[in-house]
């Protein structure tokens, strides 16, 4: 591969630009419909975290690196996993064991509010889910971008644009 | 101080606790508490475990047969998954907790040529 060569895909930037609102509204769909229909937190988290690379696919290093922030995935996600702890000691506030389900009754069978803390735990863990494989993703792009010689580490410029800001010409 | 904090929240969750086990046998559906069954013996015999029984022992007929009126969630997996299964889960969920604390520690040095995305 050339050193110089220019990322500046108008292809690859249009369709991820019209395949990251149904990756993440599909991903969403499974976490939030996990207790009714076939899939769950892991899977939903999983197929919603794809947006990161979408977003890599289309927009790049620095795409990313403006849209989200490392940091906070990684503290979202430890807040999802206490989640997930705290409904399952919603049995131990009640009174009874851990992992009990307390709000089994509130709602009807086949309602996406059914089946109470399955439900609450499914959400948790998809959220956990959705964080923490999107930290990982982003962490493997960041190992990627920053080899030295990689068209994203700041010496080489990858979009028309940049090269007009930083008064390159070629 | 953060020590009074801590003490106070051990005695909170060691009242939960306590009024746990006094309140342990209530009404509520317990998933499986392994009533009706002969472990040993089904683990003795597994040959003898009754398929033809309308109402057979062990924790996989009433995960099939009263999954509905125990959890009431109609994906049964995400029942045994959340329900039937809670630790389960949770040790999986802290598993990729580690993992990813553990990729985070050793591309550490990588990471902060990012300075934190920007």
């Given at each position: ?10 292809i690859?930037?249009s369709l ?15 976490i939030?419909?996990?207790n ?5 937190g892991?899977q ?27 940091e ?18 919603l ?9 009990r389900n307390?709000?089994?009754d509130?709602g009807s069978i086949?309602d996406?509010w ?46 028309e644009?940049?090269?007009?800001e ?5 | ?6 003490a ?39 040959g003898?475990?009754?398929?033809s029984?309308?109402e057979?022992?062990?924790v996989?007929s ?8 125990k ?13 039937f ?7 999986e ?26």
């Amino acid at each position: 591969m050339k050193k110089n060569w220019k990322k500046d895909d108008l292809i690859v930037r249009s369709l991820a630009d019209n395949y990251l609102p149904i990756a993440i509204v599909l991903g969403f769909y499974v976490i939030l419909h996990g207790n009714i229909s076939p899939g769950g937190g892991f899977q939903g988290g999983v197929l919603a975290a794809s947006g990161v690379l979408l977003l890599y696919l289309g927009y790049g290093f620095r795409g990313i690196a403006s849209a989200l922030n490392m940091e906070r995935m990684h503290k979202l996600e430890a807040i999802g996993a206490l989640a997930y702890v705290f409904f399952g000691l919603l049995g131990i506030f009640a009174g009874y064991n851990f992992c009990r389900n307390i709000l089994f009754d509130s709602g009807s069978i086949g309602d996406l509010w059914s089946s109470g803390t399955i439900a609450l735990m499914n959400y948790a863990v998809g959220f956990k889910v959705l964080t923490g494989v999107g930290f990982l993703l982003l962490l493997i792009i960041a190992l990627l971008a920053t080899e030295p010689g990689h068209e994203h580490d700041g010496t080489i410029t990858t979009t028309e644009q940049e090269a007009l800001e930083r008064g390159d010409s070629e | 101080m953060k020590k009074l904090i801590l003490a106070l929240s051990l005695i909170v969750i060691l009242c939960f606790g306590v009024y746990s086990v006094v309140y342990m046998q209530q009404e509520i559906p317990i998933t499986y508490d392994g009533r009706g069954t002969d472990v040993y013996e089904l683990q003795q015999n597994p040959g003898d475990y009754d398929v033809s029984d309308p109402e057979p022992d062990g924790v996989a007929s009433i995960i099939v047969k009263e999954n509905l009126e125990k959890t009431q969630a109609v994906n049964n997996v995400t029942a045994i998954v959340f329900d039937f299964r809670g630790y389960d889960t949770l040790g999986e969920s802290f598993i990729l907790l580690i993992a990813i604390t553990g990729a985070t520690v050793i591309l550490r040095r990588r990471r902060d040529r990012w300075e934190g995305g920007k």
